[in-house]
């Protein structure tokens, strides 16, 4: 990418270390196992594909990546913190400072242009000084919105709107993205425009965790881990993954 690219500092050799990771959920009289002692690492600068059909753990897992909710068992390191041990304000600020979220539906906030939208962790924060709005419009620009930054969500394409998520999960300098089914609303082609995004950002050393149901995407993660039934299947790096030569435009249909 061009000079706007901020570097991530040192950090620990793994991103995310789970290990033994359990999660029950009681339902009247009847315990469901939705985790049944689930454990991986993904190193920095890896790029993870985690799969699985209904039922088989994958949005639990999702939820615990995202510290949105507390294992019953098990270890969830993130850097050099035991993030299952913590409490849920502490949840909150590790989610809010190392978590990078890119969500299928955007998330956006309807009243704030494209800047105040990247810009809305960094304001959480009590940062809203000059420099916070710099970085802001340095990321619009590195996911191709430079002119733009005044823009709402409502006179964005669903792919800019994708692009806004994508800088505003980079503005706090994350320890790893979460993509949940962050392509699911777009078209093939503004998919392909996405996936390349996330690939030039791999290639720059952020680590990525994608979670998706479609084989058509996972063939772009260097890793595919997947689930069933709380348990993990199988865990193989990629031996055919699809790489694009980001030297070359995405070709464009012209419609009748």
């Given at each position: 990418m061009n000079q706007t690219t901020i570097q991530s500092p040192a950090r620990t050799t793994n991103a995310v270390e789970i290990h033994e990771l359990q999660k029950h959920?009681?339902?009247k009289s009847e315990t469901v196992r939705a985790l049944r002692g689930v454990s991986f690492d993904v190193p920095q600068g890896d790029?993870?594909?985690i799969m699985g059909p209904s039922g088989s753990g994958k949005s639990t897992l999702l939820n615990l990546l995202g510290c949105l909710d507390q294992p019953t068992s098990g270890s969830f390191m993130l850097g050099d913190d035991n993030v299952a041990l913590m409490t849920d304000n502490e949840r909150s600020e590790i989610r809010s400072r190392r978590i990078g979220f890119v969500f299928q539906s955007y998330n956006l906030i309807q009243q704030l242009t494209v800047v105040e939208n990247i810009g809305?962790?960094?304001y959480y924060q009590g940062r809203n000084d000059r420099e916070s709005v710099k970085r802001c419009i340095d990321l619009a620009k590195l996911v191709g919105l430079g002119e733009r930054l005044d823009h709402r969500p409502n006179q964005l394409s669903g792919g800019q709107q994708q692009r806004v998520a994508i800088a505003r999960s980079l503005v706090n300098d994350p320890y790893f993205i979460l993509a949940d089914e962050a392509t699911g609303n777009l078209d093939s082609v503004t998919t392909e425009e996405i996936l390349r995004m996330f690939q030039r950002l791999n290639e720059e050393g952020r680590t990525i965790i994608m979670v998706t149901?479609?084989?058509?995407?996972?063939?772009?993660?260097?890793r595919i881990i997947r689930?069933?039934?709380g348990l993990i299947q199988s865990d193989i790096r990629s031996e055919n993954r699809v790489v694009y030569d980001l030297s070359k435009p995405v070709e464009r249909r012209v419609e009748d």
């Open positions: 959920y009681v339902l790029y993870v594909a809305v962790p960094l149901h479609e084989d058509e995407v996972s063939v772009h993660a260097k689930l069933k039934d």
